[in-house]
Structures are given as C-alpha cells and as structure tokens.
C-alpha cells in the first residue's frame, strides 16, 4: 500500500559530495517524520538525520555540519546532502517514513537502501 524508494548514491572521493533522495507513494494520508539511516558491513544500522513534517531537523553528531536533510511535504520526498565525505560514510542508506495511510493505520515505512561508497 505503502512504497519508499530511495535514489542516489554511488561512488565519491573523500571530500565530495552526494545527494540521496527517498519518495514516498501510495496510499498516503499523512507522513509525519522522515529520516535517513545508514548500515556498514557487520554493523547495525544507524540513524544518520531526521526531520520532522514541520521542520525540525537532528543529525548524528558525525555528519553535523556536513549533511543537510530537507524534505518536501507536498511531493512525500526527503533529500540528504552530504557533503565534505570520509571513507567511513561508506554504507547502505536507508530512508524511512512515518506514514498514515488513508486507512487510518499508522506505520514506519522503509525503503530498499542505496550504496553510498566514499573512497580515500
């Protein structure tokens, strides 16, 4: 009913950028916050930053300063900016979305992931 889709990524050398970005479609009544976590090789996944409808945004104190997230209500999408990369941003990045379908059910939605490969 709910589908998340991030798009994305790639390869960057260390000091570059990359936007990832997630949509979300379906049969949405409200999404409430959005976010992006991120999941290395052996680890768990992480939250990287959040924002919620209004606004208000929180970051992983490692990318602060260096990744912006920002979404767009009318289009149900959430971008991520990263900026100034290092080797350990490497990781699988996920979008996730609190979302209130027309049903009424309120759930967490999450996207397939996107590789985000920073090389030294």
């Known amino acids: 009913q709910v589908q998340v889709v991030e798009s994305g990524g790639g390869l960057v050398q260390a000091g570059g950028s990359l936007r990832v970005s997630c949509v979300a479609s379906g049969r949405i009544l409200n999404i409430d916050g959005m976010g992006w976590f991120r999941q290395s090789p052996g680890k768990q996944r992480d939250l990287v930053a959040t924002i919620t409808r209004g606004g208000n945004t929180n970051y992983v104190d490692s990318v602060k300063g260096r990744f912006t997230i920002s979404r767009d209500n009318a289009k149900n999408t959430v971008t991520l900016q990263m900026n100034s990369l290092k080797p350990e941003d490497t990781a699988v990045y996920y979008c996730?979305?609190?979302?209130?379908?027309?049903?009424?059910?309120?759930?967490?939605?999450w996207g397939q992931g996107t590789q985000v490969t920073v090389s030294s």
């Open positions: 996730n979305a609190d979302v209130t379908t027309t049903m009424g059910f309120r759930s967490t939605y």
